[in-house]
Each structure stands twice: as C-alpha cells, then as structure tokens.
C-alpha cells in the first residue's frame, strides 16, 4: 500500500520561500509519476507541477519561474521548492502519485494516490 508523506508547510511572508516534501516510506517511487496539487477554500483542486518518472517536469503557469519540482528516487521523495510566494499562493498542498502520470499534462485523473495535505499560508 502506497501511503505518502508530505512535510514542510507553514507561514510565511510574502516573498519568502519553503520547500514540501513528500515521502512513501518503504515503497519504491522510481516508476510513478508524481505531482503536486493544492486547493484554495472555495476553490477546485489546481495542478502545480508534476514529474515523470524519466525527469521531466511541466509547470502551471502560475508556478513558471518561481517553483521547483524534484525527486530523489533514492530516498523514494519528491520535492516542491517554492520561491516567491505571494498571497494567492495561499492553499492546502498535496502531492500525488500514479503510473504514467505527467506524460500529458498535470491532472488530478492521473493519479490515484495522494498524500494528506499540507497548509501552506503566505501573508501579505
């Protein structure tokens, strides 16, 4: 059973920078794609960037430029480095996994295992 991990929300001002991560302890991710998705109150889950499992990322547009994605197979982790963050970034992040997810785009139908949440609040 895939069970996923995420770690490393908070507050922060604007500007600033965090960095999620999101671990499936004891099972093998090298295979998956995966991919963060966040949530805003009132709002419909939005992807933010996602990652095949050969490496390659897309991006939201809204996240071009001042986010990162990456994974580390070996700790079987995968990481969201968010720079830049403004109000609207202001959400309930999960990151997610499936097989073959991100060959087309970032889209929560790819994917059929997904972490608990993570708050992320960005104050002006």
């Known amino acids: 059973q895939l069970h996923l991990v995420e770690s490393g929300g908070g507050l922060v001002q604007s500007g600033g920078s965090l960095r999620l991560s999101c671990e499936a302890p004891?099972?093998?991710?090298?295979?998956?794609?995966l991919g963060w998705f966040r949530q805003a109150p009132g709002k419909e889950r939005e992807g933010v960037s996602c990652?095949?499992?050969?490496?390659?990322?897309k991006y939201a547009d809204s996240a071009k430029g001042r986010f990162a994605i990456s994974r580390d197979n070996a700790k079987d982790t995968v990481y969201l480095q968010m720079n830049a963050l403004q109000p609207e970034d202001t959400a309930v992040y999960f990151c997610a996994a499936g097989l073959a997810a991100c060959n087309n785009s970032i889209s929560t139908a790819e994917y059929n295992h997904w972490g608990q949440g993570n708050q992320v609040t960005v104050s002006s």
């Open positions: 004891g099972y093998g991710l090298d295979f998956l794609g």
């Open positions: 990652i095949t499992s050969g490496g390659t990322t």
